[in-house]
């Protein structure tokens, strides 16, 4: 059985996402869906299970172009078919004030409950 671990709903949008390590590499991506406490972002590269790391976002939404960096930790990285790329989940561990009601505004234009 199937144990569903969100705690929010998540947006399915497309954002520009780069993925920072802690030695420094960037990994460019974009964001498949977005929630409050976590992300899924397509990567060209596997990630480690529990890896600290920096989120970079760029959203042309919540008025006007924004910016965002974002602590998170990475909670699964899997291989897509077809060989396009890694889907990897983050949990964000502290996504502040700004983004929460950046995301807050989404799902209001969208009507998500």
Not at 5 to 13: K, N
Not at 28 to 37: E, H, I, L, M, Q
Not at 72 to 85: D, P
Request: aromatic share 6%; proline share 4%; charged share 20%.
């Amino acid at each position: 059985m199937f144990k569903e671990r969100r705690r929010h709903s998540r947006l399915s949008v497309t954002w520009k996402a780069t993925i920072v390590r802690l030695n420094g590499e960037k990994l460019p991506g974009s964001t498949d869906n977005v929630a409050p406490d976590g992300l899924n972002v397509i990567l060209s590269k596997e990630l480690v299970l529990g890896e600290p790391v920096r989120i970079e976002l760029v959203t042309p939404r919540c008025h006007g172009t924004r910016f965002f960096k974002l602590d998170a930790v990475i909670v699964y990285s899997r291989q897509l078919e077809h060989n396009l790329g890694h889907a990897v989940g983050v949990r964000l561990l502290q996504p502040g004030q700004c983004y929460q009601q950046c995301l807050l505004q989404l799902e209001t234009s969208v009507g998500v409950a």
